[in-house]
C-alpha cells in the first residue's frame, strides 16, 4: 500500500465518531467491540498485527470498498490513538514523529520537541513492556531512519528542558531507557563503540545528568562506563571536554585514554590534546599531538572507528576509503546548504524531498561551530 493512500485513509478515518469506525469495520467484515478490541491492542505493539488478527476473523469479504485491508488498518490506528493512550504503538509513533517535522518546518520548534519526547517515551516503554531489545524492529516504514530521528530528537528536546527542569528529568530517562532496552543488541554488532547508535545514547544521558546538577552522578556514570568499555575514544573525549574548567583533569583522562591499545578512535582523542595544548598555549605539544592524530588516521584508526577491517590490506583500505570519500563529495553541496533544521522534511501524508535552499553566510544552528570545539553551533557559540 502506498503511504500516501494510507495517509488518506487516516485522514478520513479521523473525521469519523467511535460509533461510524465500528459501523465501517463492520461494513468491512469486521465485528469488534471496545472491550475485545483494547484487549488485543494490549498484547501488541503494532497496530499491523492487530489488524490481521481482525482480518482473519473477518465474516466476510467486502466487495462495497476499494482497498478494504487498508481500511481496516486506519480504523484500528485510530481506535488505538482514542481509546488505548496508555499503550504504545509503533505505528502512531511513527505518524507523531513525522507530524513533528512538519510543525518544526511550520515554525513551532517547542511544539515539536514536545511531540518527539513523547514518541522516545513510546519507543522505551515498548522494549520495556514487550520486551523489544532490537531498535531496529522498530525502524519506521518512511525515509527516515528511527536512528537518524533519535539524535535529532534528544537535541531539540534539550532545547525544551534548558527552560524546564522536568523534561530534562524526563530526557535523562529516555536515554537510560533506549541503553537498557537496546544497548545490548547495538554491541553485539561488533561495531567499534565510537560508531554504535548507543555512544549517543550515554552522551545524552549524561550531559542531562550533569545539567541537573547531579555532578557525582556525572562522574560516576563514565567511570563506569569507561571501565566497562575502555576503548570508547568518544567516551574518553566527551568526558574530558566537561572539565575546560579543570585543564588539568582534563589533560588526565585524555592521557588515560591512550593508555589502552585498543582505543578504537587514537586519532580524535590526539586531535582533542593537540586542541588543549593550544588552548594552554603550549604550541610545540600541540603540535605533536596534531601530527600524532594525522598518523592515527592515515594508518587506519579511522577505517576501525568506520567498522572497516584494519588487518586487511592497503589496498582494501584505500578502495574502501575512495568509497566513503566519493559518497562524501557527492554529498557536499547538499551539507553545504542545511538550513538550521532537522534533515528530513515530510508531513503525514506525503514524503517530498527537500528543495536545495539557497546559501547562506551565516552558520547555521546544526551546522559544526567554526570556533572547532566539535559541538554544534546551537550549542556553543550560538547558544
Known amino acids: 500500500m502506498r503511504v500516501s493512500a494510507i495517509a488518506r485513509n487516516l485522514a478520513e478515518v479521523a473525521r469519523l465518531s467511535d460509533e461510524d469506525i465500528l459501523k465501517k469495520l463492520k461494513l468491512l467484515g469486521v465485528k469488534v467491540e471496545r472491550a475485545e478490541f483494547e484487549k488485543l491492542c494490549r498484547k501488541q505493539w503494532r497496530a ?20 478494504p485491508a487498508s481500511w481496516a488498518y486506519a480504523c484500528v490506528v485510530e481506535l488505538w490513538r482514542r481509546w488505548l493512550k496508555d499503550v504504545p504503538c509503533a505505528e502512531l509513533i511513527e505518524l507523531d514523529v513525522m507530524k513533528g517535522y512538519e510543525i518544526y518546518e511550520e515554525g513551532q520548534e ?56 522536568a523534561w530534562m528529568e524526563r530526557r535523562r530517562d529516555m536515554a537510560a531507557g533506549l541503553i537498557e532496552c537496546f544497548a545490548e543488541a547495538e554491541k553485539s554488532t561488533k561495531q567499534p563503540a565510537s560508531a554504535r547508535p548507543d555512544s549517543f545514547w550515554r552522551m545524552a544521558m549524561a550531559e542531562s ?30 568526558y ?51 601530527l600524532r592524530g594525522k ?26 576509503f575512495d568509497n566513503i570519500l566519493g559518497k562524501l563529495l557527492k ?23 527537500r528543495p536545495m535552499a539557497a546559501l547562506d553566510s551565516e552558520v547555521g544552528r546544526k551546522q559544526p561551530c567554526p570556533c572547532g570545539s566539535g559541538k554544534k553551533y546551537k550549542r556553543c557559540c550560538g547558544s
Open 48 to 67: 499491523s498485527k492487530v489488524t490481521f488478527d481482525l482480518w482473519q476473523k473477518r465474516a466476510f469479504r467486502s466487495q462495497q470498498v476499494k482497498d
Open 110 to 165: 517547542q511544539e515539536a520537541a514536545i511531540l518527539w519526547g513523547e514518541a522516545l517515551e513510546g519507543v522505551v516503554k515498548i522494549g520495556r513492556d514487550y520486551g523489544v531489545k532490537n531498535l531496529k524492529d522498530l525502524e519506521f516504514g518512511v525515509n527516515v531512519s528511527i536512528y537518524d530521528w533519535i539524535p535529532e530528537a534528544f537535541e531539540e528536546i534539550w532545547s525544551l528542558a534548558l527552560d524546564d527542569a
Open 209 to 238: 545528568v550533569r545539567e541537573i546538577n547531579e555532578g557525582e552522578g556525572f562522574e560516576a556514570l563514565f567511570e563506569k562506563w569507561l571501565s566497562e568499555d575502555p576503548t570508547w575514544a568518544d567516551g574518553w573525549v566527551f
Open 240 to 290: 574530558a571536554d566537561s572539565f575546560d574548567e579543570t585543564p588539568e583533569k582534563r589533560e588526565a583522562i585524555l592521557k588515560k585514554a591512550l593508555e589502552n591499545e585498543d582505543l578504537d578512535d587514537k586519532g580524535t582523542v590526539y586531535m582533542n590534546l593537540g586542541s588543549h595544548y593550544r588552548m594552554q598555549g603550549n604550541d610545540s605539544l600541540a603540535e605533536e599531538y596534531d
Open 295 to 320: 598518523e592515527a588516521f592515515s594508518s587506519g584508526g579511522f577505517a576501525r572507528r568506520l567498522g572497516l577491517n584494519e588487518e586487511n590490506s592497503p589496498e582494501d583500505l584505500k578502495n574502501s
Open 331 to 353: 554529498m557536499g553541496p547538499a551539507l553545504l546548504q542545511e538550513e538550521s533544521r532537522p534533515k528530513a522534511e515530510m508531513n503525514t501524508s506525503t514524503v517530498q524531498a
